[in-house]
């Protein structure tokens, strides 16, 4: 099974899928696009200290389904087929491309690069190419969040779980591990809702922090994103900004992120009576599937 899903930042959606009317015939998931190599003078000498991509190129082979009335090919059914999709294409707008095969569905954020030529003569069944292009992060992204609870009181007798060390009836704990599994350092969201005297996001495993010197209350959350570097003040009742956050943060302060392997990430709510709860978000990042 393979379907592509492209919801475009304009409010329009496509499926792309072995059904149609919009049918796939391929799609280039490995392409990575345009490299780029970051040099550095050593003794008057150019080494190549860094290799990456800034931007991954998918290209995609489509068909539409010209629809029939009454047993012959309806011209006008597929006209407005291809005016839906040159519509949700839009090259005006970026949006998010999704594929979904038998292993799960991954996503990327871009924008589609040119509507194909001589798309007015495209007929029923007839293939034609697309290109997707990545915009920001050029890595397949898992679509689903990974979320796990920060800071909770745990109840029973124990808890292996994925929460380290074990903990026993009734204890209040706001330290937890994460494994990242990927090859990646994994940027990471965080919702902190009250009440708290500042709150302190720490990765001990790296010895990073986040330390917002600012008081939330029980009708407010904190949100931060790393992979951006931003920090707000939500209403926790409406989902409202009610301002922005980062100028709260200390200089020593990192956006950290989660490093490969094992994180033990704890939450603090700058007393020793407030409690914070809260969530962290992630997802794995891919460099094909």
Same mark, same amino acid.
């Given at each position: 099974?393979?379907?592509?899903?492209?919801?475009?930042?304009?409010?329009?959606?496509?499926?792309?899928?072995?059904?149609?009317?919009?049918?796939?015939?391929?799609?280039?998931?490995?392409?990575?696009?345009?490299?780029?190599?970051?040099?550095?003078?050593?003794?008057?000498?150019?080494?190549?200290?860094?290799?990456?991509?800034?931007?991954?190129?998918?290209?995609?082979?489509?068909?539409?389904?010209?629809?029939?009335?009454?047993?012959?090919?309806?011209?006008?059914?597929?006209?407005?087929?291809?005016?839906?999709?040159?519509?949700?294409?839009?090259?005006?707008?970026?949006?998010?491309?999704?594929?979904?095969?038998?292993?799960?569905?991954?996503?990327?954020?871009?924008?589609?690069?040119?509507?194909?030529?001589?798309?007015?003569?495209?007929?029923?069944?007839?293939?034609?190419?697309?290109?997707?292009?990545?915009?920001? &992060?050029?890595?397949?992204?898992?679509?689903?969040?990974?979320?796990?609870?920060?800071?909770?009181?745990?109840?029973?007798?124990?808890?292996?779980?994925?929460?380290?060390?074990?903990?026993?009836?009734?204890?209040?704990?706001?330290?937890?591990?994460?494994? &990242?599994?990927?090859?990646?350092?994994?940027?990471?969201?965080?919702?902190?809702?009250?009440?708290?005297?500042?709150?302190?996001?720490?990765?001990?495993?790296?010895?990073?922090?986040?330390?917002?010197?600012?008081?939330?209350?029980?009708?407010?959350?904190?949100?931060?994103?790393?992979?951006?570097?931003?920090?707000?003040?939500?209403?926790?009742?409406?989902?409202?900004?009610?301002?922005?956050?980062?100028?709260?943060?200390?200089?020593?302060?990192?956006?950290?992120?989660?490093?490969?392997?094992?994180?033990?990430? &704890?939450?603090?709510?700058?007393?020793?009576?407030?409690?914070?709860?809260?969530?962290?978000?992630?997802?794995?990042?891919?460099?094909?599937?």
């Amino acid at each position: 099974m393979e379907q592509v899903t492209y919801v475009s930042d304009n409010g329009l959606i496509i499926v792309f899928d072995e059904v149609g009317p919009y049918l796939l015939s391929s799609i280039d998931t490995m392409g990575v696009g345009s490299t780029e190599d970051s040099d550095m003078s050593i003794g008057g000498i150019y080494n190549t200290y860094a290799t990456g991509y800034d931007q991954r190129s998918v290209p995609i082979e489509v068909a539409i389904l010209g629809g029939d009335k009454r047993g012959w090919f309806d011209l006008g059914n597929l006209q407005q087929m291809k005016q839906k999709l040159a519509n949700t294409i839009d090259l005006n707008y970026q949006g998010t491309l999704t594929y979904e095969n038998d292993t799960g569905a991954y996503s990327l954020r871009g924008r589609f690069l040119e509507i194909p030529a001589g798309f007015d003569r495209i007929g029923s069944y007839e293939k034609f190419s697309l290109t997707f292009q990545s915009t920001e &992060n050029p890595k397949w992204k898992e679509r689903s969040d990974r979320v796990v609870r920060m800071g909770a009181v745990l109840g029973g007798l124990s808890f292996p779980l994925v929460i380290d060390p074990t903990f026993t009836f009734g204890t209040y704990t706001t330290e937890f591990a994460v494994i &990242n599994d990927t090859y990646d350092n994994l940027p990471v969201r965080i919702v902190v809702m009250g009440t708290a005297e500042s709150v302190t996001i720490t990765n001990q495993t790296t010895g990073q922090f986040m330390q917002f010197n600012r008081a939330i209350t029980s009708a407010q959350q904190l949100e931060v994103d790393t992979e951006r570097g931003t920090a707000v003040i939500n209403s926790a009742i409406t989902g409202q900004l009610i301002e922005n956050a980062s100028h709260y943060l200390t200089l020593d302060s990192d956006y950290w992120y989660l490093q490969r392997g094992r994180n033990v990430i &704890n939450l603090d709510g700058g007393g020793q009576t407030t409690k914070p709860l809260g969530y962290m978000f992630w997802r794995k990042q891919f460099g094909g599937v």
